[in-house]
């Protein structure tokens, strides 16, 4: 077991431009979420996902934000036309039904 | 809507010291309570999840409370050392929902 794994770690993107980050879960896990962090805060849900069916998503994710969790497996989150607003941390977790959470390690954006 | 806060926002002792942190939350209709550590850039750990039944859970040097009718939970830190240096968040989420509510973390600092 190797954990929740995100890639890349560290995105320096232009504004304007779309960014695709990667969460593969915990093996076995069958849920995944989607969470975003700014300096100083608490992690803000995003989405959720049970197995492959997106089963909700925060008023947060804007329509420039997309996220798929094919076969049920691995997940993407991209972000389309990025805003300096959207720079954050993006963490993946992953549970076995409404067991323990685990977290990854994040991605961390930089839109300039 | 629940809200979840989290006083102090900064806590600094010297090693040694038993402390407590405070999380407190507006709606008492939670499913479960999580306990997360967070070290700078980095991902979340889970450090102890209670469940809304129950009234405590421990690991090791770490005790963590929940008294649902008041909306309050503490994490209790035994002999504190300055490997505990980190944020500490607690998280809950609702029946029926899948996604945690943060509080904004306390940030601890033990020193040597």
């Known amino acids: 077991d190797t954990g929740v794994s995100q890639d890349p770690r560290h995105k320096i993107t232009k504004r304007g431009q779309n960014v695709t980050f990667r969460c593969d879960p915990i093996?076995?896990?069958?849920?995944l979420y989607w969470y975003r962090q700014t300096l100083g805060q608490g992690p803000e849900f995003l989405t959720y996902?049970?197995?492959?069916?997106?089963?909700?998503k925060s008023r947060l994710l804007s329509d420039r934000f997309s996220a798929e969790r094919p076969k049920g497996s691995f997940s993407t989150l991209e972000i389309q036309r990025t805003e300096q607003g959207d720079s954050a941390m993006y963490l993946c977790?992953?549970?076995?039904?409404?067991?323990?959470?685990?977290f990854g390690e994040g991605s961390w954006l930089t839109v300039v | 809507k629940q809200e979840v806060t989290q006083i102090p926002a900064a806590l600094s002792v010297p090693e040694g010291e038993n402390l407590v942190l405070n999380c407190s939350f507006t709606?008492?209709?939670?499913?479960?309570l999580q306990w997360f550590r967070q070290d700078p850039g980095k991902g979340l750990t889970s450090l102890l999840l209670?469940?809304?039944?129950?009234r405590e859970q421990t690991s090791g040097r770490l005790n963590a409370s929940l008294d649902k009718s008041s909306g309050r939970s503490t994490l209790y830190i035994a002999a504190s050392q300055p490997g505990d240096s980190a944020t500490y968040l607690c998280?809950?989420?609702?029946?029926?929902?899948?996604?945690?509510?943060f509080g904004q973390g306390t940030r601890l600092t033990i020193n040597p």
């Open positions: 977790a992953s549970s076995f039904g409404a067991d323990t959470i685990y």
């Open positions: 093996s076995e896990h069958n849920r």
């Open positions: 996902f049970q197995n492959e069916a997106q089963l909700e």
């Open positions: 709606d008492s209709a939670i499913y479960n």
């Open positions: 209670i469940q809304s039944s129950q």
């Open positions: 998280a809950v989420s609702r029946p029926g929902a899948q996604k945690l509510v």
